[in-house]
């Protein structure tokens, strides 16, 4: 009898631990993982997954860090979860104070420093993180560097702004430095721009009318395959909203929009809580915030076009049902009142930015030997000639106070703007929602994730217990039968 119990007692160790070994091994195949701290520190970006996973070619990371060095752990661990969600990526560690001869090679002065590479291209990285990383990612990958434009000439907002945050977008242009992007100006009255030059031409609320020639020369480089970022300034009424109209579908209502119940202290603002079916918005659920907004709507047909632009223009942001234009502008601006009026004002939802993009135009290249030359965008032609093919694309916002300095980094703005940049330059995997920072804090538990933490391990273990009393009974009642 004694020498069964021992066999069952060894039996069941041996059950136990051909449990254990399955569980290690499923688990060492799937590599599940649940990260439960409350910023989801441990868990990558939409936007650096979306890059991760774009990448095409090899990029290798070599982290210059002291071999006891605080950060390396953390830079280990960020690593491996980039090498998780792609095979074109890898890296090492160097010690700088073991092997000099190489960061002194490679340009590295102080530890903590990250080299990425891919083929001849390296950046370096001080002190990265997961944002600085991405943003090296994109530079390094990049086949060529975006060129940007800002127009100016017309009270519009100022890239290189200094003091005033509230005309000053100067954090949108370092936004686009960091991501590799050449940045300058461009005053559409003295010099002629074309897609070759400029990849996108941002016009950020002008205060004044652009002239006929500045018009003309806006439309060339458009119909040429160009890009443009058009934010209208909501207070102004300019005559690039006709432009917009013609050229894009898209026509201003006279008036700003306004909402008495979401913000009531602050009518003027008005909230982004919808967003239509396109690249830009997919998978966006953050507000967004536009400070003092003009409204959009489609333009009619035109009857003497087969197709008209507005066939090609789509709603980006649109308001609550809660907001509406006002029309009365002179109560609005001098005496402070708000109040809907059926007869005049327009009930919400309201269309606050809108895109288009039109067809793809051909544009004749230089003479090539061969024909065989052609990659994706670019068809030879009978004659020896590579045709490019460049699609024009848009994006029009009712309001420019929303990229300033001042407001930029409220809400969801900031994450709008990249999103609608990195579509206009057709890098759609780029597109995402930034996670905020939570700020430092004790590690509080949701209620079912303590109650699991806690009582699981118990609840195991005590109905472990129960069954194997229940079973030593029951046996043990059978033997006395």
Request: proline residues 5%.
């Amino acid at each position: 009898m004694r020498s069964k119990r021992i066999f069952q007692t060894m039996l069941a160790g041996l059950f136990g631990l051909a449990l254990l070994v399955g569980l290690n091994v499923v688990a060492a195949k799937f590599d599940w993982r649940v990260d439960l701290t409350i910023d989801q520190r441990n868990t990558l970006t939409p936007e650096a997954v979306n890059t991760l996973q774009a990448l095409d070619s090899p990029v290798r990371a070599i982290g210059f860090y002291m071999d006891q060095e605080p950060g390396r752990e953390g830079m280990l661990e960020l690593f491996e979860m980039f090498v998780r969600e792609t095979d074109n990526f890898s890296y090492e560690f160097v010690d700088p104070d073991a092997n000099p001869m190489l960061a002194r090679e490679m340009g590295v002065t102080l530890s903590s420093t990250v080299i990425l590479a891919n083929g001849d291209k390296t950046e370096l990285v001080q002190f990265p993180d997961e944002e600085t990383l991405i943003n090296a990612l994109v530079k390094v990958t990049d086949s060529r560097v975006a060129r940007f434009a800002f127009s100016t000439g017309h009270g519009e907002l100022d890239p290189d702004g200094v003091g005033d945050e509230g005309r000053s977008c100067s954090m949108l242009q370092s936004l686009f430095l960091d991501q590799g992007v050449e940045v300058s100006t461009v005053i559409l009255a003295r010099e002629e721009i074309s897609p070759d030059q400029i990849d996108a031409l941002l016009i950020l609320g002008p205060e004044t009318d652009f002239l006929d020639s500045e018009l003309d020369r806006l439309t060339e480089y458009f119909q040429a395959g160009g890009r443009v970022f058009l934010a209208l300034a909501g207070e102004e009424s300019q005559n690039l909203e006709a432009w917009a109209a013609e050229h894009l579908g898209l026509v201003r209502h006279p008036g700003l929009v306004v909402n008495k119940e979401e913000i009531p202290d602050y009518p003027m603002v008005s909230l982004g809580v919808q967003y239509g079916a396109h690249a830009v918005t997919e998978g966006f659920v953050v507000l967004t915030l536009f400070p003092t907004c003009a409204a959009l709507d489609f333009a009619e047909p035109d009857p003497g076009r087969d197709r008209s632009p507005v066939d090609n223009a789509l709603p980006l942001v649109l308001s609550s049902r809660f907001a509406w234009v006002e029309t009365n502008m002179e109560v609005l601006i001098q005496e402070g009142l708000v109040a809907f009026d059926p007869a005049s004002d327009i009930q919400g939802p309201l269309m606050l930015a809108g895109a288009y993009e039109g067809e793809p135009v051909v544009i004749g290249a230089e003479e090539v030997q061969g024909e065989s030359n052609s990659t994706e965008g670019v068809a030879g032609d009978a004659d020896g000639f590579v045709n490019e093919e460049r699609t024009p694309r848009a994006v029009v916002f009712g309001d420019q106070d929303f990229l300033a300095d001042q407001w930029i980094t409220t809400q969801g703005n900031i994450d709008m703007a990249r999103n609608s940049v990195n579509w206009l330059l057709e890098r759609e995997a780029r597109i995402s929602v930034t996670r905020d920072q939570a700020p430092p804090d004790f590690l509080l538990w949701p209620g079912w994730q303590l109650i699991a933490i806690v009582a699981l391990p118990f609840i195991v273990f005590i109905g472990f217990t129960l069954t194997m009393v229940i079973v030593t009974a029951l046996k043990s009642r059978r033997k006395r039968a």
